[in-house]
Every structure is written in C-alpha cells, then in structure tokens.
C-alpha cells in the first residue's frame, strides 16, 4: 500500500478569533474544536529507559532486544508528527497529556510519557505559552490525564509549573460551565486545565477530570469504533460537560506483532482514516453533538481545518464549505 501523502496543514493559527459573534457567544462545549491523541508524542527518547507507563513484559522485551526494541517501541508510541506550535498553528485546541517522573532521577522533573520518556513539560508548556501570547483570542484545553511515577512532591511541582507559566491566562474553575468564547477574551483567560488527581482538588486553577470525559473505545476495528463514538454522544447530554470523542484506533499486541516493522502509522491509522473522517465530517456540533474531537497524525488530512468546519452548521442558512 502506498504512504499517505502529508498534507501541508491550513494555517488555523486564529480561528477561535475569526468565529461570528453567532459562535463566540455559544457556550464553548457546544463548539466542534479538534484535538490531539497523545499531543506530545512527535519526538520520544530513544536512549532513556523504557516509562513506567508499560508492562513488565515490554520492559523485559526492550532490555533484551536494547536498541532495536526501542526502534520498534517509537514507531508504535509516536501517534503525532507535529510539534506544539505546529499543532496550534494548524488549528489543534486540545492536548492529550501523560506525564511522569523517570524514576531513579534526583529532583521532580516531569516528563511527557508514551511507552518511551518525551521532552520535559516545562519545555512544552513554554512553546505553548509563547503561542498563546502571540494569539490572544486562542483557547486551549490541557487535559492531565495519566500521571506515573509521580509522589505528591512531583504533583506540587507540576501545579506550580503550570501556574508559573500560564499565570493569568488561566481560567478558573468556578466559571460557570456555559463559558463562551466572549466570557474568557473578556477576562484574558485562554487556558483551561483538566487535572485527573486528588492533589488539584484544593486549586481553583486546576479543573475536575470528571468535567471532560473521554471514552476510549479500545478497538483497532473502525466499524466499531464509529459505533462506540455514536453511543458514547447519545450518552453526552447526561453529563453537561465538555466531552471528547477520541476517533482513534489502540493496536492491540497482535497487532503491534503483525505490523511490528510498519508502526502505527503506516499499519493502522493510515488505512482506516478514510472510514473516520466520513464519520467526522457527517457530525454536527450543538447540545447534543460533538464537542472536542482527537486524531492521531493530524497532518494526514488536515484534520483540524475539517473539525473547525463543522461549526458553520451552527450558523442558520450556513452549509460547510
């Protein structure tokens, strides 16, 4: 099978900014904003030990096959090409965020963590900060949901960091859920943090996971999981947060074995892509419709340019175009 071509990414570095008055005074979870499955992935370390996030059994596999296991790892942790501001630019507004200390490591440095150590967190919190200063209508969303090797110390020093980068650009969890776009350019807040661990409870800044959920199919059938996501929607309007529907496929380890040289990108996401993007381009956003939606490569098919358009059937007499 032939290699998808990239495509070059439509520059969406400001579209929350260009949205009609109709959109910006619209509740934000009734937007469609696109999003990325395990954002920080572009670039994991192939020389650190393998996360604390695997099985037993991988590390075991990785020690013995050493550089040629963690070749193989990369190729199946790696679900994004694109860096933090490449994604921003692009048009991508929520990040999928796993972190953990490297255990054995003096200090409480935390990293980005998928089967293998990413970059620092600080070192991506920055990038996206200084995006965020150059685009002051963009919002984000920064979703915190796996933490590994982390005490209650390394908790308190990634809080800290978080406030120390962000600062006033953070929205504060007593906002009330029906935030529009108007309400948060009003008060310069452009960072909405969801924190999935009892040691944010005490902070005003840190968001509830339970107010963002994100049902994960686990499947690697995309007839299945178009019907998971279909399911999990018709659940949403029970829950009146923002909700996220993660159109990704989880190679399972037969899988993984079967398409052990080709990666998750070439044996997996590329060829079933066709089939999500039909399911993606037929949502509409609304009370009852899709919110944030991930993908893995979202370079492929210019995901975010096809999620932000979805916002146009909001708009009466508007068609997507």
Known sequence: MKTAAVTSPVCNADWMGSLSPALSSMPLK????????????????????????????????????RSLGKKVMKKWSMTQNLTFREQLEAGIRYFDLRVSSKPGERGHEIYF??????????????EIDSFLSAHSKEVIF????HHYAMGEAHHSYLL????????????????????????????????????????????PLMWPGTKIPAPWANTTDACK?????????????????FHVSQAILTPRVKTIVRGLIKGLRNYLVERNLPTIMTWVKAQKPGVNGVNIITSDFVELVDFATTVIKLNNLLLPDKAIT
Not at 113 to 126: A, E, P, Q, Y
Request: hydrophobic share 40%; net charge negative; glycine share 8%.
């Open 225 to 241: 999981l178009i019907q998971f996501l279909e399911t999990t929607l018709g659940e949403r309007a029970r829950c009146g947060t």
């Open 113 to 126: 963590i998928h089967g293998l150590f990413g970059h620092k967190v600080r070192d991506g919190l920055l």
């Open 160 to 203: 800290s960091m978080l406030q120390e980068v962000f600062g006033r650009k953070l929205c504060r969890r007593d906002c009330e859920e029906e935030i529009t776009l108007e309400y948060l350019w009003q008060k310069k807040y452009q960072v909405i943090v969801f924190y999935h661990h009892s040691s944010a409870e005490s902070c």
């Open 30 to 65: 009734h937007l469609a904003v696109p999003g990325s499955h395990d954002s920080f992935s572009f670039w994991v370390d192939e020389k650190a030990p393998v996360g604390p996030d695997q099985a037993p059994v991988v590390k075991r596999l990785a020690g013995f096959f």
């Open 142 to 145: 920064l979703d915190f949901n």
